[in-house]
């Protein structure tokens, strides 16, 4: 049987790769100081396998076939599929065997998940392996959730998915050690009215209630509050409420908080030490 | 969503037994469709960025874009693109392969 033995939950805005020149304040060091931090932490949990919560930017999938939720679990991965962004392109090894089993244990518990066996990650998925598994010698599976074009699933359909995560991995009949990866956010306004505001005030209440595992409180967000007071970015904390609901609402470890103006995106790293305590 | 201005026309024939102010809607809901499919295509296919570059006019006809829509696309014009519907992440990823720089967007987009 399969455990959770780590977790993390981190930004991934582009400018973590387009910017990455220092800033005065030394705000984008503290950030890749943490993400250094998760990475050495990641590598003690001896994790054999990936999961990572993410989602599209209309780079994959388009509007004419746009899934509330979808499982990619292609036999290989080549990402990031932006042109423009800088950095070496990293081959993920895919895992489709647990990829078909967690589809069809979604079937079974009434979760129908997209499914896609062929994606080019995108910057939301690479620049966080970049930095916390850049050896890239584990198998990766990527759930995706659409928090980029309206209207989303709700925040307590992600937390019944994370629900099942969890339950399905300690159901895997592999002994595989999973680490479940969430990514974007926090507080962030793109390509809209607002771009550049981050609130910092509302990111550090959310981000209380993720290191205290309140995924229930998270799940009873009004909806219309996140664009409002988080921005349109702010909707990926679907991710972050999906792993922390997969793992058990275990307290996790705040290792950085930095509003970062070059990268528009209040920029968080949260790290969960689970070794044997996922559920 | 951001008000969107009148279209300029060209958008699919209306549904006779619907109200005025719906089928306005619906006409501008396929036509920002259409601009974020040309975006979204830019964005994959090489060869239509490079015709793009060329001759963007001709693309932005094939794709049936309303006069303003293609003036927003083919001068970067944020302001108008936000305005016009576009989606957020697209007009975002174009302009950033327009050559465009963060705080010259957030100028722009304060406008819409």
């Known amino acids: ?23 005065a304040a030394g705000r984008k060091q503290r950030f890749f100081d943490a993400l250094a931090q998760a ?23 388009f509007l004419n076939n746009w899934p509330a939720f979808c499982l990619a679990y ?35 518990a009434h979760f129908d998940l997209a499914a896609s066996q062929e994606l080019r990650p995108d910057h939301a998925v690479i620049l966080p392996l970049r930095y916390l598994r850049p050896e890239a010698d584990l198998p990766v599976t990527i759930l995706l959730q659409n928090c980029v074009e309206p209207p989303f699933p709700t925040l307590q359909r992600c937390l019944q998915l994370g629900r099942f995560l969890g339950r399905a991995i300690a159901e895997w009949p592999r002994p595989d050690r999973f680490a479940l990866i969430g990514v974007g956010g926090i507080s962030h306004w793109i390509g809209i009215k607002r771009m550049g505001e981050i609130n910092e005030a509302w990111d550090r209440w959310f981000l209380d209630l993720v290191c205290r595992g309140r995924s229930e409180e998270i799940a009873r967000i009004p909806p219309e509050s996140i664009a409002r007071d988080a921005g349109n970015g702010g909707e990926e904390i679907r991710n972050w409420l999906t792993v922390l609901a997969a793992i058990g609402d275990r307290p996790g470890e705040l290792l950085a908080y930095e509003p970062v103006p070059d990268w528009v995106i209040g920029a968080a790293v949260v790290y969960w030490d689970l070794n044997g305590k996922a559920r | 969503m951001l008000p969107c201005p009148t279209p300029a026309g060209n ?18 809901l396929m036509s920002a469709y259409r601009v974020n499919k040309l975006l979204f295509d830019l964005q994959m296919q090489p060869t239509l960025w490079e015709e793009f570059t060329q001759n963007p006019q001709k693309v932005a006809d094939q794709y049936r874009l ?14 108008a693109m936000s305005r016009l519907g576009v989606q957020p992440y697209l007009l975002r990823f174009y302009t950033v392969r327009r050559g465009m720089s963060n705080e010259e967007l957030i100028r722009q987009l304060e406008r819409a």
């Open chain 1, 1 to 23: 049987m399969a455990e959770i033995v780590a977790a993390v939950a981190c930004g991934h805005a582009p400018g973590i790769a387009t910017r990455p020149e220092p800033d």
């Open chain 1, 39 to 61: 990475r050495a932490r990641l590598r003690e949990a001896r994790p054999t396998a990936l999961l990572v919560v993410s989602n599209e930017h209309l780079q994959n999938f």
């Open chain 1, 74 to 108: 292609p036999e290989e991965m080549e990402g990031p599929i932006e042109s423009w962004l800088p950095g070496p392109k990293m081959t993920l090894r895919g895992y489709p065997e647990f990829g078909r089993y967690l589809l069809t244990a979604g079937l079974n």
């Open chain 2, 11 to 28: 958008g699919p024939a209306s549904v006779p037994t619907r109200g005025k102010e719906k089928d306005k809607d619906e006409e501008l």
């Open chain 2, 66 to 79: 309303s006069p303003e829509e293609a003036a927003a696309v083919i001068n970067v014009d944020a302001t």
